[in-house]
């Protein structure tokens, strides 16, 4: 770790003025992501400004239409056993508890959450060319070992994928980030608030230097009768997506009158597909119907030497996760495979 | 770490200088002199000589390091010392007493839950951490729940069968 000064914020007023002081300024929070990437010296920072005893949103609040509001200071442990989060929202629920550990749940925050970094092996390597980390060095993914990376959305410049679990919920769920900058306050749909990679794939999201996250908003509906996440990765559990699915579905009679489903591991950010979801719409809630759902949200997709397996994958993925959420009592811990 | 830091030490002497950390480590308050980027795994081992907390991976990989920080379970190696100020930290020294071995130290002896014993420390304090939270219901949900510490000597069955007997105990 290069060195650094560090202080404490206490309001986001404050945090805000903080992290002006220069460009290298950085917040920590949880520290789970920014603190490995140090290490390795892939981020540097000359000011490091500690968010964990900013005044408000550390809770969860409910909001006057009926949703609710996680406070960004909230760990992701406490956000997943929330009474009002299991009950309502089980999916963003279990989207949590698939992802890493314990631990790491305990200390990761949800504002981090939104803000980690890609796990590709060449970002995490300094000694690497990586358009991530060092734009115009090129990308040593595309020619190089690439079995996690992406099979949707992906550019030229950047194949990486983003490796959040709680995120792909959040984006089935609808959710919108609230954040305050120097600016001012603002809010952003989730699905406007990560970026594929296209040329400049060094800006993962929409958040500008000096912003802040404060909360994420939860719309009232939580699809708490017909939801299921599901996780498929090299070991079954305290390892990143290689395919993960939320899906969430409003039924009546067996006839899907709303269907939200969200692809985790296989893009530069949750991936939902307007198309397959229309098609859903009205249609029996059936294997048949949802293989044909499958098939449209993985048109376009395209591997590379060792990632291919994951188009076919993805595919069983939503079916196997559809069908589970007829019946999200047969969910396992881990986000597994029901049996 | 913390070597290289000094050597690295630069003319900007007065802002990355040393500062007062306190920390209540097993319910003594230590006064530790610190730079920011200092670990609290490094803290614990390097300044405040508790050797009982391992440093495995350093990047959050395989749960050796982990202590409880006001009862809850997490990394040493990923979170600074200077954010730590006002937590209560135990370390694997303070969860039993001199005379009395904590229930899950006992159980681990009891059901051979090791072999070099480097994860021994962060599986206990881990483990502790698991019970406190309350909500493992059965084996699966404690091997689930207890993912976060690798055991590279592959002593994991029993260690599952030490914490099973602990929680049924205290059920
Ligand atoms: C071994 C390991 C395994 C993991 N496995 C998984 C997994 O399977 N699934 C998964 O989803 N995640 C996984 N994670 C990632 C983990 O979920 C993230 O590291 C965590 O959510 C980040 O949150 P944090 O609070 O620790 O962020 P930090 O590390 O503190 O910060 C991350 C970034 O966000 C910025 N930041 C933090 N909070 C704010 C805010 N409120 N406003 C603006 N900027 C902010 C920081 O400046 C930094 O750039 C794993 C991590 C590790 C180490
Ligand atoms: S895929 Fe993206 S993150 Fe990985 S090496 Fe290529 S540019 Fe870097
Ligand atoms: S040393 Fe902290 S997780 Fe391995
Ligand atoms: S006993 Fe050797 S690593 Fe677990």
Known sequence: ??????????????????VQQGPEAKFVAGGTNLIDLMKYHVITTDALIDVNHVEGYHAIEARGEGGIRLGAFMTNAKTAYHPIIEQQYPLLSRAILAGASAQIRNMATNGGNLLQRTRCYY???????????EPGSGCSAIGGYNRIMAILGASESCIAVFPSDMCVALAALEAKVNISGPHGDRSLAFTDFHRLPGNTPDIDNNLSHGEIITSIDLPSKGFSDNYSYLKLRDRNSYAFALVSVATALELEDGIVRESRIALGGVAHKPWRS????????????????FTRVAEIILTGAAGYQYNSFKIELAKRAIVRNCMMALNPETQLPGAQPSR | MAILSIVNQNSCEEEFSLREVPLKINGKLVNLQLRPWVSLLDALREYAGLTGTKKGCDHG????????????????????????????????EGVGTENELHPLQKAFIAHDAFQCGYCTPGQICSAIGMLNEGKAQNREDVKELMSGNLCRCGANSNIIDAIMEVKNETI
């Open chain 2, 61 to 92: 990989q395989c749960g050796a390091c982990t202590v409880l920080c006001d009862g809850e379970r997490i990394l040493s190696c990923l979170t600074l010392a200077v954010m730590k100020e006002d937590a209560e930290i135990t370390t694997i």
């Open chain 1, 274 to 289: 307007a198309e397959g979801e229309a098609f859903l719409q009205g249609k029996e809630a059936t294997k048949e119907n």
């Open chain 1, 1 to 18: 770790m290069n060195n650094f000064t560090y202080s404490k914020a206490s309001t986001v007023q404050d945090a805000v003025n903080r």
């Open chain 1, 123 to 133: 970002f995490y390597d300094v000694n690497t060319p990586c358009n991530k980390r």
